[in-house]
């Protein structure tokens, strides 16, 4: 076990070293100019695990452009609602996700509903992303009653963030 603990810190040691910037007087100093951007976003998305379901939220929206890539971030609140056997399927959720260079990340927390039965799940989603848009894997994570379990465990979704206030700034670096 230490060794492997021993190789970890290897990796993230040798991880830090490469990514310090190298700083040599003989050579200009070169500027980056980055562009940003914050606005209060709509999050419209498209889901599918075993059933069709739609997103709609609000949230908070963040973009950094530079030389070296783009960064994105969104934080935000909405539900899911889908098609279910016996009505309607309503899931309050709150979510974020990061968009760098071609990947997303993001984590969320729902609340499925039906009548009385509820079940919380932890969804972790990873894919492809570009500032605004993304298409994803998720797992459905059952955290609470696992006996109502109305959606599958795997799902791909489609999310666009459409910016409703735009704030744009820039920094020299």
Known sequence: MRRHLHFIYLVIFSLRVAAQQQNDSAF??????????????????????????????????????????????????????????????????????????????????????????????????????LLFFRIYYAYNWTIKNKGFQPVSRNMLGVSLTVPLSKHLYSETK
Do not use: C
């Open 28 to 129: 200009s100093h070169h500027h980056d100019e980055v562009n940003n951007a914050r606005s209060i976003a709509a999050v419209i998305g498209y889901k599918y695990y075993g059933r069709s379901a739609l997103e709609l939220g609000l949230g908070y929206y963040r973009h950094q452009i530079s030389n070296h890539g783009h960064l994105a971030f969104t934080v935000y609140g909405g539900a899911e609602l889908a098609a279910y056997s016996k009505g309607t399927l309503v899931a309050p959720k709150i979510g974020a996700w990061v968009n760098g260079s071609i990947t997303t990340m993001g984590v969320s927390m729902l609340q499925f509903m039906h009548g009385d039965e509820k079940n919380l799940v932890l969804r972790p989603e990873i894919g492809v992303g």
